[in-house]
């Protein structure tokens, strides 16, 4: 093996001299032999006119989920996603011979992407240093290496768009991912020499490896969910190179597989991906597979596997009978039956120091792909929405037509910061995602709507009938670029079918309608503040600890006022767990029947004309209630309350502010073996040890029919009273005001387990609690006084300009005040300043 070092000087536009290195390395297996015969074959066929490849090799991310492999962990922004050490690599498969184009041992190289005159080179690279990825282009011979954007962001995975601008994911949309602590990136464009940048999608999760396709429009990845699984639904979407027409290419509706990389099959109208299994493996990795998208999104069939395994990176197609992929230190080449061969390994010094292969792409000229007209108007400040038929669809049997009166336009909101993979405390087992109600449309009597959507939001509706109870909830969320007039045929029809009505809706021969604003409700929910006064009034006299009369205290076992346990109050606990309203929840499910979520579906509602012991609700707060319940019924109306506030929450799922040490915590959970034990000795019945013991539930999708909810520790402590703990009042005799609750499991019969408060284990229990009180009182929860936010909050808020720097950790702060900034950040407005250039970015990037 040889090795000649080659340096070159590369002048640059801004009149630096860069220092780039170049290895040639000469492989011993050289040009194909008999030992490679795949190789032979296909250095005959498809690569007989260029046998060149460029890659990157670098260490994987330092994290198991597919996108977290950049920029840093919530809690420690020292903790970074990725290792260190990049290098960019050709390599001739004919005669193996090896290139390093670039190399940079604390660095990042990744992403390649060849240009089509077959010798410029555009990847993202993070210099050793220094911890933004930035977008780069050089020359296929190592010179001239350029820096095209900058900042504090990340940006990656580029691709050159058809109209000659470049299309890429980035951090400028500073939110963070839903379900995890790490940053989001989302598709964006600029101009080929980097300026113009300017958003492309709106998404509050993550998009993935944009690419164009032979027909102008942007294949890539869209994860999603909107109130339904957090780990299923990551499929393959495409754009038109503006932003406009986001549209499902495939999946969407079937859950399960992270369906990226996703790359077109020259000459056929296929594409070939990668298929990670479940949420995804970690740097992509999966079976490779092609989609034959002709009968549509829906059809699982219309996949097909080409590898025998999931261990490959980064697909690529030179025809439809031959494909190459990264697996670990190698690159292989299959062909559709799966018979695979090894044509490259990265060297020993490579492999020790962690790196592997990644981004294969084939060095080649190649024609542009067809350029679409721009649909886009920068000087608007929003878009338009033209729905044909909201009675045409899937699962829409027994709507009948007229039925659908109105839209619910809702927004879902990005995260400033995140903590854990749950969703709590921001609901129990449901949303992830606080949602804003923007107001209402009308539906016309055919059945058509056609309106005005602010520009780059994340929307989704909610067809309301005429009392404005839910028909049917959209689980996915759409957007429009300025200026863009976007449609479709009707409530979640098939793709593959057409408007059935041939003559112009009644919608379209008027002016759009503007969304109207609900009047008398918030925007964005907050249940101690909106929602328990509404129960106060109506409930608490029943369904609470100080009632006296026939029925007593806790009627129906329902507690409903606002008492906090350890994570949530135990009225909002309570009435998730009785199942009082219903959500999407978080279950791998979609386009559930008419009437099956939301309003109509919640049996709280149904509890308010008088029927139900004589309670009668105004109209204002059924508003409330009904509207809270359509943006997700969420716990805390603020992000702020993320990661704080609890005994027992979860950092990186895993349970932090536990009491499991306490004094009092051992004195109870001691009494409670002793003295509760033989008879709450079967897995539905054991009771809670600690403030923090979960007892095996799940925090993330807890079963709301799991016996051993009806004694969670979150609404057995009582942190607001702790003598009003059902841990305390179940088992104290009702002669010394408690509960009387407790009864022999075979007979039934009652049993006096406390005579008195005197008892002292029953004084060991109250203990626990009050210690519980003391403790919340200290770390505070969002609606207490005193609350402050965390640091890492403040940290992301200072950073994306809501906060002024230096921002004194111990003053107070309207967290809510401030998040409604942070979001209306988002809101795009419109500029007259020419879309080129790079002073366009500071406008039009948020």
């Known amino acids: 093996m040889k090795r000649l070092y080659i340096m070159r000087l590369c002048p640059q536009t801004c009149g630096a001299v860069v220092l780039v290195v170049s290895l040639l390395v000469l492989h011993s297996y050289g040009g194909p032999t008999n030992t490679n015969p795949l190789l032979d074959r296909l250095l005959a066929g498809p690569l007989s006119n260029s046998a060149s490849i460029v890659f990157a090799a670098r260490p994987t991310g330092r994290d198991g989920h597919w996108y977290a492999n950049f920029a840093y962990y919530a809690h420690d922004p020292d903790q970074k996603m990725y290792g260190e050490g990049g290098r960019l690599y050709r390599l001739d498969l004919r005669s193996g011979s090896l290139t390093c184009l670039l190399a940079d041992p604390k660095g990042g190289?990744?992403?390649?992407?060849?240009?089509?005159?077959?010798?410029?080179?555009?990847f993202s690279y993070r210099k050793g240093g220094s911890e933004y990825y930035h977008l780069y282009d050089i020359q296929s011979d190592g010179s001239c290496l350029r820096q095209l954007t900058d900042g504090p962001f990340d940006d990656l995975e580029p691709a050159f768009s058809p109209e000659g601008g470049i299309v890429f994911v980035?951090?400028?949309?500073?939110?963070?991912v839903n379900c995890w602590l790490t940053q989001v990136a989302v598709l964006y464009r600029c101009e080929a020499d980097g300026s113009g940048i300017r958003p492309l999608s709106c998404n509050i999760e993550q998009d993935n490896t944009p690419w164009p396709l032979a027909d102008g429009r942007i294949l890539y990845t869209r994860w999603e969910y909107v109130d339904r699984s957090q780990v299923d639904y990551h499929h393959l979407w495409t754009v038109n190179p503006d932003g406009t027409g986001h549209a499902v290419f495939f999946g969407n509706l079937h859950p399960g597989t992270v369906m990226i990389d996703a790359?077109?099959?020259?000459?056929?109208?296929?594409?070939?991906?990668?298929?990670s299994p479940g949420h995804g493996k970690l740097e992509h990795e999966g079976r490779v597979t092609v989609v034959d998208p002709r009968a549509g999104p829906d059809a699982p069939a219309f996949a097909r596997p080409v590898s025998k395994g999931d261990c490959y990176r980064d697909p690529w197609a030179f025809s439809e009978s031959w494909f190459m992929a990264a697996a670990g230190p190698a690159l292989v080449v299959m062909t559709p039956d799966g018979a695979e061969e090894q044509v490259f390994r990265l060297s020993e010094e490579d492999i020790k120091a962690g790196y592997q292969c990644h981004e294969p792409r084939h060095l080649v000229p190649h024609d542009h792909e067809h350029v679409m007209p721009e649909r886009v108007n920068l000087d608007k400040a929003a878009g338009r929405m033209l729905l044909a038929d909201v009675n045409e669809g899937r699962n829409m049997a027994g709507v009948k037509p007229g039925e659908i009166r109105k839209l619910l336009v809702i927004e879902t909101l990005p995260k400033p910061i995140n903590y854990t993979g749950g969703m709590e405390p921001l609901s129990y087992g449901g949303t992830f995602t606080l949602e804003r109600q923007l107001g209402t449309v009308p539906v016309e009597p055919d059945g058509s709507a056609?309106?005005?959507?602010?520009?780059?939001?994340?929307?989704?509706f909610v067809a309301l009938d005429e009392r404005d109870m839910a028909v049917k909830r959209m689980q996915s969320f759409t957007s429009v670029q300025p200026g863009e007039v976007a449609g479709c045929v009707g409530c979640h029809e098939l793709r593959t079918t057409a408007p059935k009505r041939a003559t112009v809706t009644m919608a379209a021969r008027r002016p759009p309608r503007m969304i109207e604003p609900v009047s008398g409700v918030p925007a964005v929910f907050d249940f101690p503040r909106d929602i328990q006064p509404v129960l106060d009034a109506l409930c608490v006299r029943c369904h609470g600890y100080d009632v006296s009369g026939t029925n007593g205290p806790r009627a129906g076992k329902l507690i409903l006022s606002g008492d906090h346990g350890p994570m949530y109050s135990h009225s909002y606990l309570m009435m998730t767990v009785a199942g009082l309203f219903s959500d999407g929840r978080n279950r791998a499910r979609s386009n559930y029947p008419p009437r099956a979520l939301g309003s109509a579906a919640s049996r709280i509602l149904t509890m308010l004309d008088g029927t139900h012991y004589g309670v009668v609700a105004s109209p204002a707060q059924k508003k409330l209630l009904r509207l809270w319940i359509e943006t997700g019924?969420?716990?805390?109306?603020?992000?702020?309350?993320?990661?704080?506030?609890?005994?027992?929450?979860?950092?990186i799922n895993n349970q932090v502010e536990t009491d499991d040490d306490w004094p009092e915590t051992k004195a109870a959970a001691e009494a409670i073996d002793r003295r509760c034990a033989s008879c709450h000795n079967e897995p539905g019945r054991l009771l809670p040890r600690a403030l923090s013991d979960e007892r095996g539930v799940s925090f993330w999708q807890p079963d709301m029919k799991d016996p051993r909810l009806v004694t969670s520790r979150h609404c057995v402590f009582n942190l607001s009273r702790p003598d009003k703990s059902l841990i305390v009042l179940a088992p104290l005799?009702?002669?010394a005001g408690g509960w009387g609750l407790c009864r022999d499991p075979v007979t039934k019969s009652n049993v006096t387990v406390f005579a008195d408060r005197n008892d002292p284990d029953y004084g060991k229990?109250?203990?626990?609690?009050?210690?519980?009180?003391?403790?919340?009182?200290?770390?505070?929860?969002?609606?207490?006084?005193?609350?402050?936010?965390?640091?890492?909050?403040?940290?992301?808020?200072?950073?994306?300009?809501?906060?002024?720097?230096?921002?004194?950790?111990?003053?107070?702060?309207?967290?809510?005040a401030v998040e409604?900034?942070?979001?209306?950040?988002?809101i795009y407005r419109p500029t007259r300043a020419p879309a080129q250039g790079r002073a366009v970015r500071s406008l039009l990037t948020p």
């Open 733 to 735: 005799a009702k002669a």
């Open 633 to 651: 019924a969420p716990y805390p109306g603020t992000y702020a309350a993320l990661g704080c506030g609890m005994i027992g929450g979860y950092a």
């Open 765 to 816: 229990l109250l203990a626990l609690c009050g210690a519980g009180k003391t403790r919340l009182e200290a770390i505070t929860r969002f609606d207490m006084p005193g609350f402050k936010p965390r640091a890492d909050w403040v940290r992301e808020m200072t950073k994306y300009g809501i906060l002024p720097p230096g921002q004194p950790l111990s003053e107070p702060v309207d967290v809510y």
């Open 820 to 826: 409604r900034k942070y979001w209306d950040s988002f």
């Open 450 to 460: 056609y309106f005005e959507v602010p520009a780059l939001r994340s929307v989704f």
């Open 109 to 122: 190289v990744r992403d390649p992407q060849v240009h089509y005159d077959g010798t410029t080179i555009l």
């Open 263 to 275: 790359k077109p099959v020259p000459d056929s109208g296929c594409v070939v991906a990668s298929f």
């Open 170 to 176: 980035s951090s400028r949309c500073n939110r963070w």
